[in-house]
């Protein structure tokens, strides 16, 4: 929400062109940072309680970078190309419910598929780097943004 904000404001004072170039460095930048330095916090582990996961939701929801991954499909809009000030808010709640349907979509295909393929078992004997996949995503989604 945040960040369609902030975009919506810039594009009243800077031409599309340069906002895209903007996003794209900065998703580029910040993939490029979690994949130099990607430590993961050890506080949690497999089993958190109630207000660990509440903690730990909201900081990756503020800082993981979905706000800039989605900018690229809000700037595509039509309204991108119209004055900023016109454009309302129904591209960013438009951007949030893509994001989310997403998340949802792979996160219950995984989920799935671990569950009924490898059993919960394995969870406790295998690690997946998830921040090395999120790393390349930012970037893959920020050289997108730079061609599209």
């Known amino acids: 929400g945040a960040v369609v904000l902030i975009a ?3 594009q009243m004072a800077l031409p599309l062109n340069y906002i895209r170039i903007g996003v794209a460095v900065a998703l580029i930048g910040l993939g490029v940072y979690k994949l130099i330095r990607s430590r993961h916090f050890r506080w949690g582990g497999m089993q958190v309680g109630f207000r660990e996961l509440t903690i730990w939701s909201f900081l990756m929801a503020s ?3 979905a706000g800039l991954m989605v900018l690229p499909v809000v700037l595509a ?3 991108a ?3 900023a000030g016109s454009q309302g808010a129904a591209s960013g709640a438009a951007a949030t419910l893509i994001h989310t349907l997403g998340y949802l979509i ?3 295909a ?3 598929l671990v569950y009924q393929k490898f059993g919960l078992a394995m969870l406790r004997r295998s690690w997946f780097n998830l921040d090395l996949i999120w790393a390349a995503a930012l970037v893959l989604t ?3 943004a730079l061609v599209v």
Do not use: I
């Open 63 to 65: 800082a993981h970078g």
């Open 106 to 108: 792979v996160t219950a």
């Open 8 to 10: 919506g404001l810039a």
């Open 81 to 83: 190309h119209h004055h």
């Open 77 to 79: 809009g039509p309204h």
């Open 110 to 112: 995984v989920a799935l």
């Open 142 to 144: 920020g050289l997108l």
